[in-house]
């Protein structure tokens, strides 16, 4: 058996698979499949200081080989996830990244705050969303907002800080290596891209938020494409998501360059996606003669 042992900004995961946020939510529900602790981690439904509703439905729409949401960071606050999520995780034996979610900085930083007496192994801080008005992407799309909010959490989180980058960029190299000097720990890329359906009998567009963010396979050669480039862009370790749906789509990840994989839409239609993963990953080592699979990490040899 191949060392699946990975380490992300001085977090070991016992394997390099973990759940993305918002498509597992707490892990309850996925508890009568398997238990968590098969799992590297799992990353957490995006946290906010406040609850919130999130966007008006529909907001789901189904793509050739995809999925479109604007679910708008649907959760029940910060209080919530640590008086009733969190002590639950804390039991499951496997590391737990908190994704957080603020409208402004300064609620990124008291997020992250708040969070550093709790037993959360890792943040994730998302300047990425696609579906919300203040916050989310309107921090990731820009250089120097992505790297004042990092600057602002990293100034005062005691945790190790992951910030979860926007494909909707020209230049993601140029983000990833802001958001580094401005103090990151790691990366996580990719969030979904913003895409748009319409019902061509009502001329209206399926989600009522009209667009919302596209995940799943159809994304999978642009996250590769963003891991490598980013990869090659700075020192800090990533964590590459965005389409991966069987061991070899994690395997060609690593080979862009992601330290570990993070599962997200697969998980809709296969709630056993990440375990298989995981065995396929052992299976794959074993058969190519990998000891350890960080071996693997950014071993693409481009042309
Ligand atoms: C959402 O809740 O709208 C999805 C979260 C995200 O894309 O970051």
């Known amino acids: ?93 496997t590391r737990i990244v908190a994704n957080i979610a603020g409208s402004t900085i300064e609620e990124c930083a008291q997020l992250a705050e708040i969070l550093n007496g709790s037993g959360v192994d890792m943040i994730e801080l998302n300047i990425s969303c696609p579906n919300v008005k203040q916050g989310g992407a309107a921090f990731g799309t820009d250089c120097c907002v992505a790297a004042e909010v990092t600057s602002a959490v990293k100034k005062v989180s005691e945790k190790p800080l992951m910030v979860k980058l926007s494909p909707n960029v020209t230049s993601i190299a140029e983000i990833a290596k802001a958001v580094e000097a401005a103090g990151a720990d790691a990366l996580s890329l990719i969030n979904t891209i913003l895409g748009m359906r319409i019902d061509i009998s009502t001329r209206r567009p399926i989600l009522k938020n009209n667009v919302g963010g596209l995940s799943g396979p159809a994304v999978f050669p642009v996250a590769v494409r963003m891991v490598w480039q980013v990869y090659n862009a700075v020192s800090i370790p990533i964590m590459g998501m965005g389409g991966i749906s069987c061991c070899e789509d994690a395997i060609e990840m690593m080979m862009a360059g992601a330290s570990a994989v993070q599962v997200g839409a697969a998980i809709f239609s296969d709630p056993y996606a990440p375990v298989k993963i995981i065995d396929g990953m052992d299976r794959w080592c074993d058969e190519n003669g990998v000891k350890n699979i960080s071996e693997i990490v950014g071993t693409v040899r481009p042309w």
Do not use: H, W
Not at 30 to 52: A, I, N, V
Not at 62 to 71: A, C, I, K, Q
Not at 79 to 88: A, H, I, Q, S, T
């Open 1 to 93: 058996m191949a060392d699946l042992r990975v380490t992300v900004a001085g977090v070991e995961f016992k394997n390099p698979v973990i759940p993305a946020s918002g498509t597992f939510g707490y892990g309850r529900e996925y508890e009568q499949f398997y238990p968590l602790s098969r799992l590297g981690g799992l990353s957490t439904k995006g946290t906010t200081l406040l609850p919130r509703q999130g966007n008006p439905g529909p907001r789901i729409a189904e793509t050739p080989s995809g999925m479109l949401n604007s679910v708008g960071l649907q959760n029940g606050g910060v209080r919530k996830f640590l008086d009733y999520e969190l002590p639950n995780l804390l039991q499951k034996d």
